[in-house]
């Protein structure tokens, strides 16, 4: 089992950045890949970034967020990254992150095992 908390949510400007964090409970943090999705409001949800289970290792981008979003892990804190920058009115969502133990690195929703409870993120133009 693998339990997940998001912070780093807000509100900013157009042009803005934050920084999302994921911290993961139990010790097998570093075997699971991990993702960012998100979710605007009367959307589906969407793939954002990936990276496999390895730190600096293998790592996927929705085209919408090459260049301005880069997802990092610390598997030493249990931690996943999503470091967004240049952000965009339609970045606003809701952003979950998310574990899979099954393969080395995933963008696909249904191959995610654990989710977070999401952090909203809204830009305003």
């Known amino acids: 089992q693998v339990q997940l908390v998001e912070s780093g949510g807000g509100l900013v400007q157009a042009g803005g950045s934050l920084r999302l964090s994921c911290a993961a409970s139990?010790?097998?943090?570093?075997?699971?890949?991990m993702g960012w999705f998100r979710q605007a409001p009367g959307k589906e949800r969407e793939f954002v970034a990936a990276?496999?289970?390895?730190?600096?290792?293998?790592?996927y981008y929705v085209d919408s967020v090459k260049g301005r979003f880069t997802i990092s892990r610390d598997n030493a804190k249990n931690t996943v990254y999503l470091q967004m920058n240049s952000l965009k009115p339609e970045d606003t969502a809701v952003y979950y992150c998310?574990?899979?133990?099954?393969?080395?690195?995933?963008?696909?929703?249904?191959?995610?095992?654990?989710w977070g409870q999401g952090t909203q993120v809204t830009v305003s133009s």
């Open positions: 990276i496999s289970w390895w730190s600096g290792g293998i790592t």
């Open positions: 998310a574990a899979e133990g099954r393969t080395v690195v995933a963008i696909v929703s249904s191959e995610y095992d654990y």
């Open positions: 139990g010790r097998t943090f570093s075997r699971y890949a």
